[in-house]
């Protein structure tokens, strides 16, 4: 039993070591400069350690991540667990896990090495090329959706040529937006290709697995019962998928997402290599296109320097960043295990 | 219709997963195996033979004969060039000293160092360029150089490239230029190698030769020590937990609890705990070591193996814990003799799975084990050294070295030789689990 305590006391022993370190920096500095100023010279003379631009780069980054895994891992999730075939998911699933398995060295050398200097050069036309491959399929079923819905209020005798005007009338609207949308992004200049962008891309990638795994369990717990009463309602697989599966799992999802994040904001290699490492607040605060720098890549960086001087403001100050870190992990860690037990205490009551 | 839209996005979503790991590998692959099978010229022979004696002297020799031969017009022509210039005086010697000088530095930084010159101090400037392709973007750069043009005045000037034969225009050496282009097979012979000594050889100058053997080594060490360390804390964890204590009492609620927060801790956190703790408070080492570096993986991969162990001793039918009871065996004797044994698949999948973290993180060890520079370890230098390894000089190659440009195929080699060994241990674990799951429903 004593040794089962390890990871118990472990995890204790983090904490009291993280805090110990970090708790001086606190004394020397104060707590207000650290959260609130953005100006990061710790080796300037004097000294200013305002850490906010670091706490938005990480923030940036990882709402970046997010978009990029929520989507495409609810979506893959969804059609793992309900639309594809048994033997196809034989397959997705180990390609999903050896996605996770990569190391995120590797991925940060594929973000520096491959994805920089393509966006440096070629970027405008791949964020057009990734504007149309996105806006392509949800501009059709944007149209087609609206286009049954208008149609649907017209007057009955009208029938399918009706729905037909419906959705070129939807269509005539939308397309020209869609259009100028991708030409102005096509035209954008990059200026440096380790960006925010780059990083939320290739974080979103590396938490893709993670959102897939989990969601798809949250979906599969769902049971085949609430399936089978909504097809026997006569259900079409959408309606199913839409008003009962997904609501039912939800807090699984939900839970599958603050995993996600936990899996981005904790991310030091990727961040490190790829995303400039410039302690500024990009203008504005969500361009993407602009370097910035994480909790991670900081101390990452800076503890090569720090190190020299042990016992100083400037080796505190990382471990009052790791501190955050680990805080913020712990939250989520409590939000996702609260998540979750609420959602199968409801599902069994 | 919607249904179908609906079907359609989400195997978007998955199609467009499986591109992106494929994006994401097939560079790494095709490159990365190009530190191992490339057309090497006989500049890499020699380094072989000099620096780790291998290769055949008497080929080599006929090699080097043939390519000195090839050279030596190259080499009269630019001494006759410099004769003429001492016998014009100084406004011609003025005129043409400078491109001279970085015509020179390009040839010598191509084929290598004059022969009888003084053996150059740097490793890397006493040989020219081991590979073709290498060579060729050094010939691109010999035949043309870069200016900026600023004619323009909306631009900030454009980069342009100028024939350097221009800068000697009206001399003899303007037939250097058209020489060297034709003949650079015959002054470097590049025939196809497969370069198997990347893997086993160490590295010299700073990886411009050699290959990344301390970094393979390092990374084995801080693998097995992790595992090492882990394994047991591990299993007698999850014994615990499953045999031993009540289910859902509180014990285990918060155990489960610190093993879940264990997991989501970011690595770097782990990284500087370990400098924290094992080096500075506890002095495991003096400074960095192997030593600690395994200790701060082993805490990492902590929870994963204690997952594993869970789930695999959870997965023992009762049915063979009953049948030991019944025979007289205490609760020890059972789960040594009886549940251990048949759980064993499991576990070994879990540690599989745990190798192939640990050997992939770099965020634990930077501070802790890894340096940049090192030989290859022995083991009893390990509690006290520190290592390179393969994630962190993947880092410090692409980013803090001083031509990182020049060694990409080290860079793309290395980043192979680690999704390589990951995704092997991770088949592994596949390849147990299918054969696992196939024997229990059998």
């Known amino acids: 039993m004593l040794v089962a305590s390890t990871s118990a006391v472990a995890i204790l022993f983090i904490f009291v070591f993280i805090v110990k370190d970090a708790l001086p920096f606190f004394q020397l500095r104060g707590v207000r400069e650290f959260f609130a100023s953005a100006s990061w010279y710790p080796s300037a003379g004097p000294p200013s350690f305002g850490a906010l631009a670091i706490l938005v780069g990480s923030g940036l980054v990882t709402l970046g991540s997010i978009a990029v895994a929520g989507p495409f891992g609810i979506a893959a999730a969804v059609c793992l667990s309900d639309i594809l075939p048994f033997r196809v998911r034989q397959w997705v699933k180990p390609m999903i896990e050896l996605l996770a398995a990569i190391p995120s060295v590797a991925f940060g050398f594929f973000a520096l090495v491959v994805v920089a200097p393509l966006l440096q050069s070629h970027g405008g036309t791949i964020l057009m090329a990734a504007w149309w491959m996105i806006s392509g399929p949800v501009g059709v079923v944007l149209v087609i959706v609206l286009g049954s819905v208008a149609s649907s209020m017209l007057p009955e005798r009208f029938g399918r040529l009706g729905l037909i005007a419906a959705c070129a009338a939807i269509a005539i609207l939308i397309v020209p937006f869609i259009v100028r949308a991708g030409y102005w992004l096509g035209r954008i200049e990059v200026h440096s290709g380790t960006n925010a962008l780059n990083v939320s891309i290739i974080l979103g990638l590396m938490a893709l697995p993670t959102v897939v795994s989990v969601s798809e369990d949250a979906l599969q717990s769902v049971g085949r019962e609430l399936r089978e009463g909504a097809y026997a309602l006569g259900a079409t697989r959408f309606e199913t998928l839409t008003r009962v599966v997904i609501p039912a799992a939800r807090s699984g999802i939900a839970a599958a997402l603050i995993l996600g994040v936990m899996r981005a904001i904790g991310e030091t290699m990727v961040v490190w290599m790829a995303s400039g490492n410039a302690a500024q607040i990009p203008k504005p605060w969500y361009n993407l296109l602009d370097p910035v720098r994480t909790l991670t890549a900081t101390i990452a960086g800076d503890m090569g320097e720090a190190d020299h001087v042990t016992g100083s403001a400037r080796y505190h100050v990382l471990f009052a960043m790791a501190l955050v870190l680990l805080a913020i992990s712990f939250l989520f860690n409590l939000i996702s295990e609260h998540v979750l037990s609420r959602g199968s205490s409801r599902s069994t009551s | ?442």
């Open chain 2, 1 to 442: 219709m919607l249904d179908r839209l609906f079907t359609g996005l989400g195997i978007s979503s998955i199609v467009l997963m499986a591109v992106a790991l494929l994006v994401l590998l097939a560079p790494i692959v095709v490159r990365g195996v190009g530190a191992f099978v490339f057309r090497g010229t006989v500049e890499h022979r020699k380094v072989l033979a000099k620096e780790f004696g291998r290769g055949k002297p008497e080929q080599l020799s006929l090699d080097v004969k043939r390519a000195v031969e090839a050279r030596r017009p190259v080499y009269n022509m630019i001494s006759r060039f410099e004769n003429d210039l001492e016998t014009r005086g100084f406004a011609a010697k003025r005129k043409y000293a400078a491109a001279l000088d970085e015509l020179k530095d390009v040839l010598a930084s191509l084929l290598g160092p004059e022969p009888n010159t003084p053996q150059p101090p740097l490793l890397r400037e006493q040989y020219g360029h081991t590979r073709w392709d290498r060579a060729q973007v050094e010939l691109d750069e010999l035949l043309l150089r870069s200016e900026y043009d600023f004619s323009d005045p909306t631009v900030m000037g454009r980069q342009v490239k100028v024939p350097r034969a221009k800068d000697f225009e009206g001399t003899e050496l303007v037939e250097l230029f058209p020489y060297v282009e034709q003949h650079l097979s015959e002054m470097l012979l590049p025939r196809w190698t497969f370069y198997w000594g990347f893997l086993l050889d160490d590295s010299r100058d700073a990886h411009f030769f050699g290959g990344i053997w301390p970094e393979l080594l390092g990374t084995f060490y801080l693998t097995l020590g992790a595992i090492l360390c882990a394994l047991p804390l591990g299993v007698i964890s999850a014994i615990y937990i499953v045999e031993y204590a009540r289910a859902d009492s509180r014990v285990v609620r918060l155990i489960r609890t610190c093993i879940s927060t264990l997991a989501g801790v970011p690595s770097i956190v782990f990284g500087l705990f370990g400098l924290a703790f094992f080096i500075n408070a506890l002095s495991v080492s003096q400074s960095k070591s192997v030593l600690a570096g395994a200790l701060t993986l082993a805490l990492l991969i902590l929870p994963l193996v204690i997952r594993s162990a869970e789930e695999a001793l959870r997965a023992v039918p009762k049915a063979y814990k009953e049948a030991a009871y019944s025979l007289g065996a205490g609760k020890w004797r059972t789960i040594c003799a009886v549940s251990l044994p048949a759980a064993m698949p499991g576990i070994l999948t879990g540690v599989v799975i745990s190798m192939g973290r640990a050997a992939g993180e770099t965020a634990p060890i930077i501070f802790t084990a890894a340096v940049s520079v090192g030989g290859a370890l022995t083991l009893w230098d390990t509690f006290a050294e520190p290592t390179p390894a393969l994630p962190w000089n993947i880092y410090n190659l692409c980013t803090e070295h001083q031509a990182a440009d020049e060694i990409r195929h080290v860079q793309y080699g290395m980043v192979l030789t680690l999704v390589a060994l990951v995704l092997v241990l991770n088949s592994l674990a596949i390849a147990l689990r299918a054969r696992m799951s196939q024997r229990l429903r059998s």
